[in-house]
């Protein structure tokens, strides 16, 4: 069945590290691949999504490419501020049903 | 205005209490959903609408009763819970629900109700 394997956390880092966050993805058919934010005490917002092999998907200094040759789909910023801090849901949906699949999980700490 | 609303914020109800959780969307939109979320887990799953009738239920309890008067309103209605429903309730909506042959849309979330369960 479909799955998204992302990397456990907590992940802490100092303000302006640059930043990675990696999620591998096993799935039949071609899935629409996103990246989803919680920040604390909050519901989940849509950070960036790719539909197709190739795609960046980028949204507020973050970026993530699909990358259907080794199914996966890695977070990356290049500067990461304090305000980044929360929790990062890799996620995948198909068009065989409509159940986004999740990952885990990743909190992000970034310390001043 | 990519905005979905829940209210109440957060609700404390007894085991014995019928209560309903309440979800708006103004983005057109002709899907709309509700997930679980544990502490420190992923969402999952409960129920899935499509142009207003229920296309998915991911065998969630009958305490859960789930209803979506139109296109714009969702309600989960709570009756005889228990403490380990206690969670997170979020509610979401997208363009339209996948299906073969057809598009993937995102989903846009709103920031829950917390339930606690007494």
């Known amino acids: 069945g479909n799955s998204v394997t992302q990397m456990e956390g907590p992940v802490t880092l100092s303000e302006e590290a640059f930043l990675t966050i990696n999620c591998t993805y096993t799935?039949?058919?071609?899935?629409?691949l996103f990246w989803y934010v919680q920040y604390p005490g909050e519901g989940l917002q849509l950070l960036l999504k790719?539909?197709?092999?190739?795609d960046k998907g980028s949204n507020k200094g973050f970026e993530a490419t699909y990358r259907k040759e080794t199914t996966s789909f890695h977070l990356e910023k290049g500067s990461v501020q304090v305000s980044d801090s929360a929790v990062y849901f890799c996620?995948?949906?198909?068009?065989?049903?409509?159940?986004?699949?999740f990952g885990k999980g990743t909190r992000l700490h970034i310390l001043p | 205005d990519t905005e979905v609303t829940q209210t109440p914020k957060h609700l404390v109800m007894g085991m014995t209490n019928k209560k309903s959780l309440k979800c708006e969307q103004h983005?057109?939109?002709?899907?709309m959903y509700w997930y679980k979320q544990k502490a420190k887990k992923p969402p999952e799953l409960m129920f899935v609408?499509?142009?207003?009738?229920?296309?998915i239920n991911e065998s969630v309890p009958s305490r859960f009763s789930p209803e979506c008067p139109n296109s714009s309103l969702l309600n989960l209605h709570l009756h005889a819970l228990q403490p380990e429903d206690s969670a997170l309730y979020l509610c979401?909506?997208?363009?339209?629900?996948?299906?073969?042959?057809?598009?993937?849309?995102?989903?846009?979330f709103g920031p829950g109700t917390r339930l606690t369960v007494t």
């Open positions: 979401a909506s997208s363009q339209e629900t996948a299906g073969p042959g057809l598009a993937v849309y995102e989903q846009y």
């Open positions: 799935a039949t058919g071609y899935p629409s």
């Open positions: 790719a539909t197709k092999a190739d």
């Open positions: 996620a995948l949906n198909t068009n065989r049903d409509d159940k986004i699949i």
């Open positions: 983005m057109g939109h002709r899907a």
């Open positions: 609408y499509s142009y207003e009738k229920l296309s």
